[in-house]
């Protein structure tokens, strides 16, 4: 059941009649847990076991934990939740991986196990793993309602691709009377409008270009190739932030508030702002279980570098079951021991137009890195990057125009963002409140008898230039509307992250 689809819309339409009509908040809450459970069936009903079996051993062994008092009796509790939900994930995402890697290394053919990846699972192991990790480090108490717990691993609007959220996030906002109001049904549906926008206007749009070029990029020329590099990089940017924009705005319509997972990642001048950008909850969630536990920047320099190795390396093997998913890690682990080093040795004052240079330099290492991500192995990486250097001639040149089209949007849209961002930091302005606009934008509004401003959506990643709730708005949102109609493609592709 995709997001982008009338089956979702009717979906979400019932569930959110059903809260509005249900008498309590017991009632809407078990709603949301049916609703959940119909929205992840809807694609595998067989693999709701699958999201059952984390849910029942980590209740079980967070509880066992908190009330132990024997240190190593809460570390075999810890270990048996870590091993039950990697050997799931083992088992579904990496077997065939790592037996067709054993295999080529000892000259053996191994024969496919042709499993079906659970829809989401990546992302509700990982939500499950900090629950138990967090109940073990006494950061939170165990939940002892299990269908409290199973509402926190199911909740359908971030099941599947995120953002990863935390129990100590969600399980609070469970005493909350979710019952959908005007006020967060208005920015709800601007987030999931945004989101539909990024998805049909921009992602769905480039794949156009991205597609047969990464198919085959012996056909075309350096400066195609070179474009659809470009293209990638904004369309797994829009798909993935708008899967997220919608996931919050769904959400805030319901009565949760998930966590931002995109701020602007493409203005980032290093590749650590990068990754303070990028996907968020996955980064943090990275830093917290993965590289402090290691030994973060608390052993040395040396010892500081490796670890960022380690954990971009399996925060590559993460997002897919293939070595150009390690390559693609290890170049971001590269990156960030590379800046770290550089950070240390070179004083601020010493970095000539740091701004624009190093924002040009990481997103062209970012670009480069992404040729990794999407291609098919390493043959055609690596001729993507022969092509691009010059050094494999020939081929088609493709300009694909609307390209040219998204570029202005997204650099316009960005340029909003960080101007918003400015005005908040000078004038105090907290997230979610109306900034004033600029004056010619205000005139032009007045004259019509309306006020506008600038509503900040920090968990979008962008902003969003909106009159208030009005006859302008609805001018704008029906022009809006049609402009969408007229161009998105007339087939909607399935989120990137969905493979994952």
């Known amino acids: ?66 009330d132990s008092e024997d240190p190593a009796a809460r570390k075999r509790w810890l270990m048996l939740s870590l091993v039950s939900n990697l050997g799931l994930l083992g088992y579904f995402k990496y077997a065939d991986f790592f037996a067709d890697s054993i295999g080529a290394l000892i000259g053996v053919t191994t ?33 002892r309602s299990m269908w409290r717990y199973a509402m926190f691993v199911s909740y359908f609007p971030e099941l599947v691709a995120g953002p990863i959220v935390r129990a100590s996030v969600f399980l609070p906002q469970m005493d909350r009377k979710l019952e ?20 049909l206007f921009v992602a769905d749009r480039l794949a156009t270009l991205v597609n047969p070029v990464f198919a085959a990029p012996e ?5 195609t190739v070179a474009s659809a590099v470009v293209a990638y990089s904004l369309q797994i940017y829009c798909d993935f932030s ?19 997972n995109f701020n602007m990642p493409y203005i980032a001048t290093s590749i650590t702002e990068f ?43 993460w997002h897919g079951a293939a070595w150009t998913f390690v390559v693609w890690g290890l ?17 601020h004052e010493r970095r000539p137009f740091h701004g624009v240079v190093g924002w040009l330099l990481t997103y062209s290492f970012v670009c480069l890195a992404w040729v990794f991500f999407r291609a098919p192995d390493f043959s055609t990486a690596m001729l993507m990057l022969k092509k691009i250097a010059g050094l ?7 300009v694909y125009l609307p390209l040219f089209l998204v570029l202005p949007l997204v650099v316009a849209a960005h340029a909003a963002g960080m101007w918003i961002a400015s005005q908040e930091k000078k004038t105090g302005t907290a997230p979610e409140q109306w900034v004033p606009a600029p004056g010619f934008a205000s005139r032009i509004y007045d004259a019509a008898g309306r006020g506008i401003g600038l509503r900040p959506h920090r968990a979008a990643g962008l902003y969003m230039l909106l009159p208030r709730p009005g006859f302008v708005s609805a001018f704008v949102l029906t022009i809006w509307l049609f402009g969408l109609f007229l161009f998105s493609p007339v087939h909607t592709r399935p989120f990137i992250y969905f493979q994952f």
């Open 331 to 347: 170049l971001h682990g590269v990156g960030l021991a590379v800046h770290k080093l550089w950070s240390q040795h070179v004083s």
């Open 275 to 317: 990754w303070r950008r990028w996907h968020i909850t996955l980064s943090q969630w990275l830093r917290d279980y993965l590289y402090i536990p290691l030994g973060g920047n608390r052993k040395g320099a040396r010892r500081t570098y490796i670890n960022l190795m380690i954990t971009m390396l399996l925060g590559g093997l």
């Open 392 to 398: 494999e001639p020939g081929g088609a040149t493709w």
């Open 1 to 66: 059941m995709l997001f982008i689809s009338w089956e979702f819309v009717v979906f979400l339409a019932l569930v959110l009649a059903g809260l509005r009509l249900m008498p309590s908040r017991t009632s809407r809450q078990a709603l949301l847990l049916v609703a959940s459970g119909v929205f992840y069936g809807s694609h595998t009903p067989w693999h709701l076991l699958i999201l059952a079996t984390p849910s029942l051993i980590d209740f079980a062994c967070a509880a066992r934990i908190e």
């Open 242 to 260: 708008g899967y997220s924009d919608m996931a919050i705005g769904v959400s805030r319509i319901i009565g949760f508030d998930l966590p931002e």
């Open 111 to 143: 024969v496919p196990l042709g499993l079906a990846l659970p829809l989401g699972i990546s992302f509700f192991t990982f939500k499950t793993l900090s629950y138990t990790i967090d109940v073990y480090r006494r950061e939170i108490p165990a939940c």
């Open 180 to 199: 959908p109001s005007r006020e967060r049904a208005m920015i709800g549906l601007q987030l999931i409008l945004l989101g539909v926008t990024k998805k």
């Open 219 to 223: 056909a075309y020329s350096q400066l």
